[in-house]
Nanobody, 112 residues
Framework: VQLVESGGGLVQPGGSLRLSCAASGITFSMYTMAWYRQAPGKQRELVATISGDDRPYYAPSVKGRFTISRDNGKNTGDLQMYNLEPADTAVYYC???????WGQGTQVTVSS
């Protein structure tokens, strides 16, 4: 099983980024997918999840600014991030909850 994130980078406050997670080695539609993030010196925190049948959940800190989606046919999941704030700066990880599978992470930096 492999999860590979992409799409991170440097963006100014108020800007947008789209992260993608490509899964292989699994029947992707059977799994809820999650995005976590970890800022320097802080614990890893849940950002959003989406079930196999497209039911989303958002952490209060990102609700209304982030949108999680998935394409089971392509084995991919995305996190569209709008109105980014410096507090969103972190390494973002793709995860399949209740499994040991994590991506390697992608850095998101929000700074002017």
């Amino acid at each position: 099983v492999q999860l590979v994130e992409s799409g991170g980078g440097l963006v100014q406050p108020g800007g947008s980024l789209r992260l993608s997670c490509a899964a292989s080695g699994i029947t992707f539609s059977m799994y809820t997918m999650a995005w976590y993030r970890q800022a320097p010196g802080k614990q890893r925190e849940l950002v959003a999840t989406i079930s196999g049948d497209d039911r989303p959940y958002y952490a209060p800190s990102v609700k209304g600014r982030f949108t999680i989606s998935r394409d089971n046919g392509k084995n991919t999941g995305d996190l569209q991030m709008y109105n980014l704030e410096p507090a969103d700066t972190a390494v973002y990880y793709c995860n399949l909850p209740m499994t040991v599978y994590w991506g390697q992470g992608t850095q998101v930096t929000v700074s002017s």
